[in-house]
């Protein structure tokens, strides 16, 4: 799977070069104080998108695993037209995902624009972006929203390549109004599949455990580690009464997973239309009043971590585990 460049010190540079580039250049704004505000802003905000669009893609791809192994494991059928849906919106996250680090490109590269002429790789960068954008296509929920931000993109494009800054800037206002209002449109389309992922995940991990395919001894971790114990093999009666707990803990940590996903899509939403708000005040040369990113960033970036994190904790397990069936000579 794709991983995305989203939380390099180079995307912060070229982001905040292509906004205050255009505010600046724009003459949006009487000083450049408001427009390297609004740059370093709108650059942690797009950078922390990036990161939610592949931590959900992440989810996308553990999700279609799961329902493999719910049909191997139970008979629950997985269809081909389901699969082939799943695939569809996983595709459309790497869209969106690509569609930012691109726009980080362009960003970089636009921090040239000041020269008499607009050098080749900004309207190569600003191209990209076009086609990237031109690429959405297979969420029909938001058909208008993609048109939107594909008319967006293209005036930005223009605007760029005819070395045009004011209205790029006008453009690019218009871009963060339109990746809002995406993103808000899109919103219960994503969830319904994180849900999924998080239901399909707990209901097999409570069926192992009623059928004694589980070591339970984890709950008692609580009691063990603070005293620098750790847990043995568990008698069959031990492992029996430790169930109940286990699926305990497999519920708490499913409300958990649900809840900490709404939060994290909650505050996304709130920063993209809040920086499409403040990028308007400092275009139309009102008065910043905020010097730093919005505050709900961090609990979207938490969120994303802690989603790759379990990802990159799985893998290695499930590679493992296969190496070792195979070096034993039981399963090839």
Not at 68 to 86: D, I, S, W
Not at 196 to 221: C, E, R, S, W
């Amino acid at each position: 799977m794709r991983r995305f460049r989203c939380g390099l010190a180079d995307d912060y540079r070229w982001a905040a070069a292509l906004l205050a580039g255009l505010l600046v250049a724009a003459g949006g704004c009487k000083t450049s104080t408001d427009a390297t505000a609004a740059a370093s802003q709108m650059a942690k905000t797009a950078q922390t998108l990036c990161s939610y669009y592949a931590a959900l893609e992440t989810t996308f791809a553990a999700t279609d695993e799961l329902f493999q192994l719910n049909q191997a494991l139970y008979g629950k059928p997985y269809t081909a037209e389901n699969r082939e849906q799943l695939q569809t919106d996983k595709a459309e996250l790497a869209k969106r995902a690509q569609l930012a680090s691109d726009l980080s490109a362009l960003s970089d590269s636009f921090s040239k624009l000041s020269a008499s002429t607009t050098p080749s790789d900004v309207a190569t960068a600003a191209a990209q972006v076009e086609s990237d954008a031109e690429k959405l296509a297979g969420v029909k929920a938001s058909s208008v929203e993609q048109g939107a931000l594909k008319l967006a993109a293209q005036a930005l494009t223009s605007a760029i390549q005819q070395h045009k800054e004011r209205e790029a800037a006008k453009a690019m206002e218009g871009t963060a109004q339109a990746l809002s209002d995406l993103f808000a449109k899109e919103t219960d389309v994503w969830s319904s599949t994180d849900q999924v992922y998080a239901q399909i995940a707990a209901t097999l991990a409570g069926n192992l455990v009623d059928t004694n395919a589980t070591d339970n001894t984890a709950v008692l971790d609580v009691a063990l580690t603070p005293f620098g114990l750790v847990r043995g093999s568990p008698s069959a009666d031990m492992n029996a009464k430790l169930a109940p707990m286990a699926k305990q803990q497999i519920a708490t940590k499913q409300a958990a997973m649900d809840a900490s996903y709404a939060s994290a899509t909650d505050s996304m939403a709130k920063a993209l239309k809040e920086m499409a708000q403040r990028i308007q005040q400092v275009a139309e040369d009102k008065p910043m009043t905020f010097r730093t990113e919005p505050l709900s960033l961090a609990n979207v970036q938490q969120w994303a971590t802690q989603v790759t994190t379990l990802a990159n904790e799985v893998a290695p397990a499930a590679t493992s585990s296969g190496s070792s069936k195979s070096s034993s000579g039981k399963e090839n």
